[in-house]
């Protein structure tokens, strides 16, 4: 495959996994002078899932370590913004303007990260005072547990 179309494939996946939860099967375009092309798009080698080791979102899906869990609504949208932010994490404005708008309240933020933490614990089996989403220096972050 030529480094352009690579290149659009690797967008494609991206744009598709971020908006969709999915893999991509095709990629079709269709230029200025109306001629219409499909890119056939292999599977990706890192399509086995759920990943053995650490955080990982997949559409409405987290998973931890190899064990999967279902998200509802803005909490698998808050999830995949935690998993994408990694270490560094985000604050309750980041998550607001990533997952709601920049008018949300703070306390829509607060309610969605102890639902989320709620709903990680139970699908993990973890103990009520293991928290999976640590909160410091006003920031949110996913922490290992286990």
């Known amino acids: ?7 659009l494939i690797d967008a494609a996946r991206h744009y598709a996994r971020r908006t969709a ?6 990629v079709n375009l269709q230029l200025m002078d109306g001629t219409k092309l499909k890119i056939e798009v292999p599977p990706a080698p890192s399509e086995d899932w759920p990943p053995a080791a650490g955080w990982h979102a997949r ?9 999967t869990f279902k ?5 698998a949208a808050l999830f995949r913004e935690l998993v994408e932010a990694g270490e560094a ?5 980041d998550m607001k303007v990533k997952v709601w708008d920049r008018h949300t309240e703070d306390r829509t933020v607060q309610n969605a990260v102890s639902r989320l933490r ?12 293991t928290d999976p989403v640590e909160s410091s ?5 996913l922490v290992a547990v286990g």
Do not use: I, W
């Open 1 to 7: 495959m030529s480094t352009p179309a690579h290149v």
């Open 118 to 129: 709620a709903v990680v614990r139970d699908a993990l089996g973890l103990a009520d005072e």
């Open 71 to 75: 998200l509802p609504g803005k909490l």
């Open 137 to 141: 220096e006003d920031r949110y972050r």
């Open 59 to 67: 559409g409405e899906h987290g998973a931890y370590n190899g064990t």
């Open 21 to 26: 939860g999915q893999g991509v099967r095709s």
């Open 89 to 93: 994490g985000l604050t309750a404005g």
